[in-house]
């Protein structure tokens, strides 16, 4: 089992920033892949950024050029850095682990969330 844990949410104005980071702990040797997605009210959850190992390998077109996903040198925390904060980014974010292999999910952990919200 791998726990994931979620900080830094909170509420921003348009414009602004904020940095989520995720801690994970237990089992992280069989992770490989870790990321970020998130889930607004009234939609489904959708992927934000991902990194394979140190190398991001997915990031959604609505945020690039504004959040930046890195990772930790032990590879057990994942950051995601937002910027230039738009109110359509208000979302529920939630952590996320998994262990692949190719294509293949074979393992998969969620963190409980945290609240983004960008308002003025």
């Known amino acids: 089992q791998v726990q994931l844990v979620e900080s830094g949410g909170g509420l921003a104005q348009p414009g602004g920033s904020l940095n989520l980071s995720c801690a994970a702990s237990g089992s992280t040797f069989i992770v490989n892949t870790m990321g970020w997605f998130r889930q607004a009210p009234g939609k489904g959850r959708e992927l934000v950024a991902t990194m394979k190992h140190d190398v991001p390998v997915n990031i959604t077109d609505s945020v690039k050029g504004r959040f930046i996903i890195s990772r930790g040198n032990r590879e057990n925390t994942v950051w995601l850095q937002m910027n230039d904060l738009r109110p359509e980014d208000t979302a529920v974010y939630y952590c996320?682990?998994?262990?692949?292999?190719?294509?293949?999910?074979?393992?998969?952990?969620w963190g409980p969330g945290t609240q983004v919200t960008v308002s003025a």
């Open positions: 996320n682990a998994q262990s692949r292999a190719g294509a293949m999910v074979i393992y998969e952990f």
